[in-house]
């Protein structure tokens, strides 16, 4: 099928709304050796340091290389850095950089580009995104985002050319994760400098990963080209990518059958046996390392009082969401943390037998905290726009009302809900949580004091404390169980309202190689894959 003809039969489809069942054709010709996927917004900005959207990781994950990288699995393999060592303590971790190494414009990559990243990502001048936290777990990064210290403080050397040394103000057996994602990565001080807020527009673009920036029309595509003066570009074998949002899912579905997308980064829940049926070798339903959660702002008085949370958490029905709204494999949560990490045991059970039970005390715990018929408990639920979040929104809601508190909905275009959960400004919001590494740590982190990440303000001194504990220790097994006790501090005080665990529901057509489901992370990188 010439592209012309795809084209004209995708925009037919979209404007009929016709039944995926409708099109079952082979799969358009790809226009040449170009990768296409569909994803569930747009970024927000290129800026690793400024980003919030997830779309934006994805895109900036192929822009940029840190001092290490995530290979096929989602696991840390070296990147720009060709090897590290870790002092006795676990806390220095010393980073020697390929010999050679540019940027896209030819400029020389050294140590210094990595120091002064590392120091802008920390200032908090930059405006800086949740990722930024992670500038906690280095020596005096706490001290310089609270602007207590000067940036040049921060627990990070470039003693030559070559060497960068980072120390961190605790062990964090996770850390080369870390430092395999982007917001690590060396920016263009010299492109930052000139141009200021608009160097990562495409005329001025400059990376140092294994795709550069071509074009963004916003609202249509980012574009990518493959970057001939990455370390490694003999190795990346699809020439460019072409990230496209997807607003809705049932045409993100039909662009997909048409052969207008590679790969799909979910689809409508209610095409599920639809599609176990009719496109079982391009459906692809794997495990991952995230989480549903209902964010509970702790700044709004009605929810002060714990019995009050607790009731709200107790009252959803987890098996009912899991079973018949999303129904992909997902798994009721009632802590946060999913089973198999490292040491610390399976997920939390479900407190009593039943949900029956669990509703019963849930209308106990609203009265002995003064709600009732006279003075019933209102709450707004917020989440982004959504056809699935929105079942699951209606749903709760009725489960709430079933308990005596009256809920009100309301959804937005996921930008304006990532601010907004960012600002505090809701009442409780939808969101999904991804930890970056397979350990307990990645998902506890979300709530820690101070935290970007923690736009519900959640505050408690037994969990900073258990928390604490967990990061004085070194060795496995004990750190396992101080961070098992740091959970259930969370659940204790009901910190946030666990939905399930999220399975990862993606479409990837036949053509795509590479493609690996046990990589847990959210992430894909097209330098990994090819195209039949």
Partial sequence: MKRRD??????????????????????????????????????DSLDPHVAIAAPSLVVINDLYESLMTLDARGRPTAGSAERYTVSADGRTYTFTLRPGLVYSDGRRITAADFLYSFRRLADPATASTALAAWIDLIEGGRAVVRRERPVESLGVAAPDPRTLQVTLATPAPYFPSIVAFPVFAPL???????????????????????????????????????????HAAATVRIDAVEYRPVADLNAGLRLFQTGALDALTNFPPEKLDWLRQNMPRELRLAPSLGIAVYVINHRLPKFADPRVRRALALAVDRDVITTRIVRAGDTPAWGLVPSGMPDHGPALSPPLRNQAERAALARRLLAEAGRGPSNPLEVELLYHTSEEHKKVAVAVAAMWQAVGVRASLRNAERQVVDVAARKGEFEIVRAAWFSPYVDPMGFLSFLRRGSPQNGGAYDSAAFESAIGAAERLTEPAARGRALRLAEQRLVDEQAVIPIYFLVGRRLVSQRVVGWRDDNLTALRPARWLSLR
Avoid: D
């Avoid at 069942?21 to 747009?42: D, F, I, M, Y």
């Avoid at 010299?190 to 001025?204: D, F, L, S």
């Fill in 6 to 43: 795809a084209l004209a039969l995708t925009a037919a489809v979209l404007g009929s709304g016709a039944w995926p069942g409708a099109l079952r054709a082979q799969p358009a010709r790809a226009p040449g050796n170009v990768l296409r996927t569909g994803h569930s917004g747009e970024p």
């Fill in 188 to 230: 263009p001080r010299h492109v930052i400098e000139k141009h200021g807020r608009a160097w990562t527009r495409p005329e001025n673009f400059v990376s140092n990963g294994p795709y550069v920036l071509e074009q963004w029309r916003p609202g249509q595509m980012v574009r990518s080209r493959r970057n001939p003066r990455f």
